[in-house]
């Protein structure tokens, strides 16, 4: 299994970024997936899901309405949108098989500040 996450980077508070996941080394259109996301000294959190067909999301109540969630299955590859990004977004963000919360990608920085 293989999960690289990219799209990272460091922007103002309002600002945007689009996050994706490719993977390998499964049928990804047989997964639900998730991202996850953790700040230092804080636990990881789940603030994203979708179901393996794409028709079914859920949010965290902390990114409800400005982040979405989505998946390509012909690409194997799962994204996060991010609007209005927050200072309290900062944290390294990953993503995942849901059924699997264990198995990380590297990850990929997301830093928020002015």
């Known amino acids: 299994v293989r999960l690289v996450e990219s799209g990272g980077g460091s922007v103002q508070p309002g600002g945007s970024l689009r996050l994706s996941c490719a993977t390998s080394g499964f049928t990804f259109s047989n997964y639900a997936m998730s991202w996850y996301r953790q700040a230092p000294g804080k636990e990881r959190e789940k603030v994203a899901s979708i179901s393996s067909g794409g028709r079914t999301t859920n949010l965290a109540d902390s990114v409800k309405g400005r982040f979405t969630i989505s998946r390509d299955n012909a690409k194997d590859t799962v994204f996060l949108q991010m609007n209005s990004l927050k200072p309290e977004d900062t944290a390294v963000y990953y993503c995942?098989?849901?059924?699997?919360?264990?198995?990380w990608g590297q990850g990929t920085q997301v830093t928020v500040s002015s």
């Open positions: 995942g098989r849901s059924a699997y919360p264990n198995d």
